[in-house]
């Protein structure tokens, strides 16, 4: 089980400034990908049609599905980002309490865990470490 530590707040004013307009940024591009994602899913097929133009629209409609879903939890984060941002703990590794790195956060403002513990989980099929 890791250890967890209570980390001060390791950054100034400043950048959580810059890393709070980076994660407006993002929600930004994200909110316009999923709203022309709903408009282009409707469907063009009619009733008893077949052939491979049905198998590709499919195709073409479950793609944009999983997209939009990827979407969806990647808004989620940077909205809890957002919050923890406004109660003071963002920046903090879920796993072991220690700060994310400036760098990594200017390259994913919504992670959640740092560059040790998200390799950890990789190699631990997305769990935690347990030593």
Known sequence: MVKKK??????????LAEFKELLLQERSKIERRLKSSTTSLSSTQQAGEEGPDVGSDNFIRDTGLTLM?????????????????????????????????????RVRPYAQFCIDCKSAREANDGFPSES
């Open 69 to 105: 879903g990827e979407n969806s939890d990647i808004l989620a984060q940077i909205n809890d980002a957002l919050s923890r941002i406004a109660s003071g703990t963002y920046g903090i590794c879920f796993d072991c309490g220690h700060v994310i790195g400036a760098g990594r956060l």
């Open 6 to 15: 209570t980390a001060t707040p390791a950054f100034t004013a400043e950048q």
